[in-house]
Every structure is written in structure tokens, then in C-alpha cells.
């Protein structure tokens, strides 16, 4: 993702320092962006400069909170953290806490709820008088991830690392859940706390939901959200289709 983020800010012809920890990394990342990188991680940075007005944090899952930790406790006001800012509650608590004490502003970087399908479907939305209920898939191509160059640590608490850009959209478009009842089965080698993962409950606007995800069989992500007048289905996310009253066509949007 640092990679990406660095994409935007040179065709936004902005101005700014990458930090990079290891010497093979920031080879990697010259190569391939053509912008220099400060070698030693951060704390070697803060030594040799002041601390930067804003910063996006684009790091590993289980270093997320402590560099933004580190970018807050020396001065760094506004930060644009990669989801989801934490390894686990314990660790995004702490890092609340932490940025609550310095009065930073810190937006983590769920993404999908900006897309310009999702504001189409809020328009529609709107027009329907609001959504009567939801259901979403959080399936994930386990046999992919097994093969990520990624640490054990964040593998295993994927769900939260990666899937839950499906619920913050979901929460995003419905509310947030005030009542759940949810289910867990299964293991993987790779994550131990579950492979299928099955619940319903309520959001505090009132709107019933459900969920279904199965890593160990095929299948994607995906949203439906219903009203009086359409269903709304993002699926693949990053698409809208709908089937309207009267039909049981889907057509894209």
C-alpha cells in the first residue's frame, strides 16, 4: 500500500519523505516507485528531522499501532492509518487512548465506503426511505492468503486485518450492530479461531442483518442491502447492481 499512496501523492505533485526499515525494502520500493527512502524505521527519522504535520502510516499489521503511536507521542497531528490499526481491540484501544491524550486526528483507511458506488446507493437509499435489512458474505480465498508474504501474526487475525473492510461498509451504510448472535466453526493452519463464520442481529437504526462467510469453500465477498424498492448488491464491492420491484433481474448500476 505505501507503494500505491506514494503513486497518489506524485500525481497530486505533493511533497513527501518515505521512511522504510530494512535496506532490501527500500531497494525494492526505489525500484519500483523511483522515490528515495529513509533508511533506519522511524525512530531514526524522528532523531534526524522534526516530526511531520501529517502522515500515512502503510506498515505491516502487527506494527500499525506502535509507529502510529510513535508519530503521535512526538507531534504528528493528522494521519492516515491502514486499516486496521491494530492487530487486535487491545491494541487499537490503547492506540484510542494514546491519541485522545495528544489530540490527533487519525482517519483509518476503510476505504470502500467512499467508492462512487456506494454514494449511489445511498442516493437510492435515500429515495426508498431507508434500508429495511441487510445480509453480507465475508467468504475469503483462504488457499491465496496461506501463500501472502505475510507474518503469522497478522494471518491469523485476518478477519479483523482484512475482512473487516466488508463490515465497516455494512456499518457504514446500516449502522452499528446493538445486538448479535454469532457462531464460529472450524480452523485453518494458518487461522485457528475459525474457518466459517455465520450470525444475525439488529443495528441501532433498527435494521435486521445477517452474515455468512466459509474460507474453506469458494466464494467472495458481497453486500445486499434491501428496501421497499430495490435490493442493492455489491458484489464484486467495488460494483452496484440492483433488482428492482416487480423483477428478478440483476442489472448493474
Same mark, same amino acid.
Given at each position: 500500500m505505501a507503494r500505491e499512496y506514494s503513486r497518489v501523492l506524485l500525481a497530486l505533485g505533493r511533497t *513527501?519523505? &518515505?521512511i522504510g526499515r530494512s535496506e532490501r525494502s527500500a531497494a &525494492? *520500493?526505489?525500484k519500483t516507485v523511483d522515490v528515495p527512502v529513509h533508511r533506519g524505521g522511524l525512530a531514526s527519522a524522528?532523531?534526524?528531522s522534526d516530526p511531520p504535520d501529517m502522515a500515512i502510516v502503510a506498515i505491516g499489521v502487527d506494527q500499525l499501532a506502535a509507529v502510529t503511536s510513535q508519530l503521535v507521542e512526538a507531534g504528528c497531528g493528522r494521519l492516515l492509518v491502514e486499516k486496521p490499526a491494530g492487530i487486535n481491540s487491545e491494541e487499537i484501544r490503547l492506540l484510542q487512548t494514546s491519541v485522545e491524550q495528544t489530540g490527533a486526528t487519525v482517519q483509518v483507511a476503510y476505504n470502500r465506503r467512499h467508492y462512487a458506488s456506494v454514494a449511489t446507493a445511498r442516493r437510492m437509499i435515500a429515495e426508498d426511505g431507508g434500508i429495511t435489512s441487510c445480509l453480507f458474505? %465475508?467468504?475469503e480465498r483462504s488457499e491465496s492468503i496461506a501463500e501472502l508474504d505475510k507474518s503469522q501474526a497478522e494471518k491469523a487475525s485476518w478477519f479483523l486485518a482484512n475482512t473487516s473492510h466488508v463490515v465497516d461498509l455494512v456499518i457504514?451504510?446500516?449502522g #452499528? =450492530? %446493538? @445486538?448479535?448472535?454469532?457462531h464460529n466453526a472450524g480452523t485453518l493452519p494458518w487461522h485457528q479461531s475459525g474457518s466459517q463464520f455465520v450470525g444475525a442481529g439488529l443495528t441501532e437504526r433498527g435494521i435486521p442483518f445477517s452474515y455468512h462467510g466459509d474460507w474453506e469453500a469458494p466464494g #467472495?465477498?458481497?453486500i445486499e442491502v434491501c428496501t421497499r424498492e430495490r435490493r442493492l448488491v455489491f458484489r =464484486?464491492? @467495488?460494483e452496484l447492481h440492483m433488482i428492482v420491484r416487480g423483477s428478478e433481474t440483476i442489472v448493474r448500476v
Amino acid at each position: 500500500m505505501a507503494r500505491e499512496y506514494s503513486r497518489v501523492l506524485l500525481a497530486l505533485g505533493r511533497t *513527501f519523505t &518515505v521512511i522504510g526499515r530494512s535496506e532490501r525494502s527500500a531497494a &525494492v *520500493f526505489e525500484k519500483t516507485v523511483d522515490v528515495p527512502v529513509h533508511r533506519g524505521g522511524l525512530a531514526s527519522a524522528l532523531i534526524d528531522s522534526d516530526p511531520p504535520d501529517m502522515a500515512i502510516v502503510a506498515i505491516g499489521v502487527d506494527q500499525l499501532a506502535a509507529v502510529t503511536s510513535q508519530l503521535v507521542e512526538a507531534g504528528c497531528g493528522r494521519l492516515l492509518v491502514e486499516k486496521p490499526a491494530g492487530i487486535n481491540s487491545e491494541e487499537i484501544r490503547l492506540l484510542q487512548t494514546s491519541v485522545e491524550q495528544t489530540g490527533a486526528t487519525v482517519q483509518v483507511a476503510y476505504n470502500r465506503r467512499h467508492y462512487a458506488s456506494v454514494a449511489t446507493a445511498r442516493r437510492m437509499i435515500a429515495e426508498d426511505g431507508g434500508i429495511t435489512s441487510c445480509l453480507f458474505e %465475508v467468504t475469503e480465498r483462504s488457499e491465496s492468503i496461506a501463500e501472502l508474504d505475510k507474518s503469522q501474526a497478522e494471518k491469523a487475525s485476518w478477519f479483523l486485518a482484512n475482512t473487516s473492510h466488508v463490515v465497516d461498509l455494512v456499518i457504514s451504510l446500516a449502522g #452499528r =450492530p %446493538v @445486538e448479535l448472535a454469532a457462531h464460529n466453526a472450524g480452523t485453518l493452519p494458518w487461522h485457528q479461531s475459525g474457518s466459517q463464520f455465520v450470525g444475525a442481529g439488529l443495528t441501532e437504526r433498527g435494521i435486521p442483518f445477517s452474515y455468512h462467510g466459509d474460507w474453506e469453500a469458494p466464494g #467472495r465477498w458481497g453486500i445486499e442491502v434491501c428496501t421497499r424498492e430495490r435490493r442493492l448488491v455489491f458484489r =464484486p464491492i @467495488e460494483e452496484l447492481h440492483m433488482i428492482v420491484r416487480g423483477s428478478e433481474t440483476i442489472v448493474r448500476v
